[in-house]
């Protein structure tokens, strides 16, 4: 396997990508991010009317389009209540449980644009007063975040411009080792916007011409389910979600390899176009396995389910603990990025 891009380049951009806040529905900084990456490379880019970006590389072929499409959006929280012992109760945005996010550290900001910190605790966290701090559930009623502020009821936090409704991010505790493992919270599905975004600039670097207009659409809804079901052109008779392959008990997908999903909670996917990857991959001495997510939607099954006439696809680089304290190695986004380049330089698949 050829090592361009430059694996440690694309883990620099990931921390760079994971250490914006962007819970669903407040992703405005991480989109400038990704708008600014690819203005410096003289890529066409427009944003949608949902908040999302869409570039374009013009192909050959003009009347048959490909979309390859990754999620900036991340899990996080609202502020539910503002509680009278001075702390928050929090309202979950995505598919997490709240056991995943005990103990750690957050941010809050106000609708003004100001910022705080705290951490999210269990109400019954110490166990010098609470006999059953280890038994308590972790739910709603019992966690709370405790503001890095000098704030004894809910008016000494009103009093700082914290209200229902401000947005709450997790702290990513982002960190890369020497054995190259990425650790971090949000590696889903920034992991996979950091290999498109490579993916574009070894295109250009290259001076590739594709053989289709390609576009890629950095999707902001993802977690909370309609992302990418929209701003699909006409044309397009391919459209390949790249996000990431969930690792447990019973699972095929590692951190080593790029998962090629052939299922998931939605049914399966385009048969031919999977045998397209895997043929891809094969010849290619990509590392691969295929695999089956029964608790997963991406947003190619978002466009299918929207009514889109279109072939779909999933690929994505496997990602440990997901919707939690994530990890990947750099040889899955070294995989992925080497699938997703064969792949855009390929014909499209017959349907």
Same mark, same amino acid.
């Given at each position: $396997? ?13 921390? /760079? ?10 992703? &405005?900084? +991480? ?24 570039? =374009? ?5 003009? !009347?048959?389009?490909?979309? @390859? =499409?990754?999620? +900036?959006?991340?899990?996080?929280? $609202? ?23 005990? &103990? ?7 609708? !003004? ?10 109400? /019954? ?17 019992? $966690? ?12 000494? %936090? ?5 209200? +229902? ?13 020497? =054995? ?7 590696? !889903? ?9 490579? @993916? ?7 001076? %590739? ?15 909370? &389910? ?9 044309? =397009?008779?391919? #459209? ?49 396995? /295929?695999?089956? #997510?029964?608790? #997963? &939607? ?10 889109? !006439?279109? %072939? ?30 064969? #792949? ?8």
């Amino acid at each position: $396997m050829t090592t361009y891009p430059n694996v440690n380049e694309t883990k620099g951009l990931l921390r /760079q990508l994971v250490s914006i806040p962007s819970p669903s529905g407040n992703t &405005g900084k +991480v989109i400038q991010f990704v708008e600014d990456f690819l203005k410096d490379l003289q890529v066409e880019t427009r944003r949608n009317r949902k908040g999302g970006l869409i570039a =374009t590389l013009p192909g050959k072929n003009n !009347d048959e389009q490909r979309m @390859l =499409t990754a999620h +900036v959006d991340t899990l996080g929280a $609202m502020v539910k209540e503002v509680k009278n012992n001075g702390r928050l109760r929090l309202d979950l945005i995505g598919g997490f449980k709240y056991n995943a996010i005990e &103990g750690e550290y957050c941010e809050i900001q106000t609708s !003004d644009g100001d910022v705080f910190t705290g951490t999210i605790l269990m109400r /019954q966290t110490s166990v010098h007063v609470y006999k059953d701090a280890g038994k308590a559930e972790r739910n709603q009623e019992n $966690m709370e975040v405790r503001i890095d502020a000098k704030v004894e009821n809910a008016d000494d %936090i009103r009093e700082l411009g914290i209200e +229902v409704g401000d947005f709450v991010s997790f702290d990513p505790r982002v960190q890369l080792t020497e =054995t190259g493992f990425v650790k971090s919270r949000h590696l !889903d599905d920034k992991a996979s916007v950091a290999t498109l975004l490579q @993916l574009i600039k070894r295109v250009k670097e290259e001076g %590739i011409t594709l053989p289709y207009t390609t576009h890629f659409l950095i999707s902001n809804n993802e977690e909370i &389910g309609y992302g990418g079901n929209s701003n699909i052109t006409p044309e =397009t008779v391919e #459209y390949l979600a790249v996000d990431m392959g969930a690792m447990g008990d019973g699972q095929m997908t590692d951190e080593y390899t790029v998962s090629i999903c052939v299922k998931d909670a939605s049914g399966p996917y385009h048969y031919g176009l999977r045998k397209h990857l895997v043929e891809l991959a094969a010849n290619n001495n990509i590392g691969y396995k /295929q695999d089956i #997510y029964p608790y #997963y &939607g991406s947003d190619a099954s978002a466009a299918i389910r929207a009514g889109h !006439d279109i %072939i779909h696809g999933l690929i994505g680089p496997g990602i440990d603990s997901s919707h939690a304290y994530e990890r990947t190695h750099e040889t899955s986004l070294e995989y992925t990025e080497q699938l997703l380049y064969h #792949y855009v330089k390929s014909e499209l698949v017959d349907y």
